[in-house]
């Protein structure tokens, strides 16, 4: 039983003392508004999925430019776009997340600085957690995935060259006990729902002296958060089905 079971066990019990004791004393209105308030609490609380090292954790951006640039590329305006992803590390309280960001390369991050970089729905990280169907393998994956720490981000998305991106790190770190990848790498798009390459990767690869590599095999975080080797085992936020 984690803290966080404890302090859901530990509202219940006051919330229902509570609630006893204003029927007692039929304090009928004060009952009433408490219930109100008690309910509308409870409603706000983001789920919290209990995690295992190995999981990934798909993360909707909070706005920056490359990640508006990856939602227009990669996402669509009827589902939530998934802009990042990160390995989760669990080690009892103190979890971490394995990832590859522009800010410091490939690093250890706290899963609660994790959490604060993602958008906001209802208050709370847009943050999804999903695990491999089949997890045979998964040691021999995360021990790939943390010989990569200290690499640079890969701002050119391209294989092989000594840098990681967000979704290449688990591209190239996860497979299965044959060395046969879990993640296919497929044809890369950069260009918006009307066909248009955005600013930031027009700018980015002028910056870069390189050409925009459409069409080259690469992953990104919204085609494997849906991928048919994973289901998701929960939501840091109150999902709703729309």
Not at 43 to 69: H, I, V, W
Not at 116 to 132: C, K, M, N, Q, Y
Request: glycine letters at 8%; one cysteine or more; aromatic letters at 8%.
């Amino acid at each position: 039983e984690n803290a966080i079971d404890r302090l859901s066990a530990r509202f219940q019990n006051d919330m229902e003392s509570i609630i006893f004791v204003l029927q007692r004393e039929k304090c009928m209105k004060h009952l009433l508004i408490y219930i109100g308030m008690a309910c509308a609490a409870a409603s706000c609380t983001p789920a919290r999925p209990k995690l295992q090292s190995g999981d990934l954790l798909f993360e909707a951006g909070a706005g920056s430019a490359m990640s508006e640039a990856i939602r227009s590329a990669t996402g669509s305006a009827r589902e939530l776009s998934y802009t990042h992803v990160g390995i989760a590390v669990v080690n009892g309280g103190a979890d971490s997340v394995l990832e590859a960001t522009s800010e410091g390369g490939v690093r250890m991050t706290t899963l609660e600085e994790f959490l604060e970089g993602a958008a906001r729905i209802d208050g709370a990280p847009a943050v999804t957690a999903a695990r491999l169907r089949d997890t045979s393998g998964l040691a021999a994956s995360l021990n790939r995935a943390r010989q990569h720490l200290g690499e640079p981000y890969d701002y050119s998305y391209r294989p092989d060259n000594g840098k990681m991106y967000c979704s290449e790190l688990v591209w190239e770190s996860y497979r299965r006990p044959s060395g046969e990848r879990i993640f296919p790498a497929r044809p890369m798009n950069f260009r918006d729902e009307q066909g248009e390459l955005p600013r930031y990767w027009r700018e980015l690869y002028e910056r870069l002296g390189e050409e925009v590599p459409e069409g080259v095999p690469g992953t990104n975080p919204n085609e494997m958060a849906r991928d048919s080797a994973l289901r998701i085992t929960g939501h840091f936020f109150r999902f709703r089905d729309r």
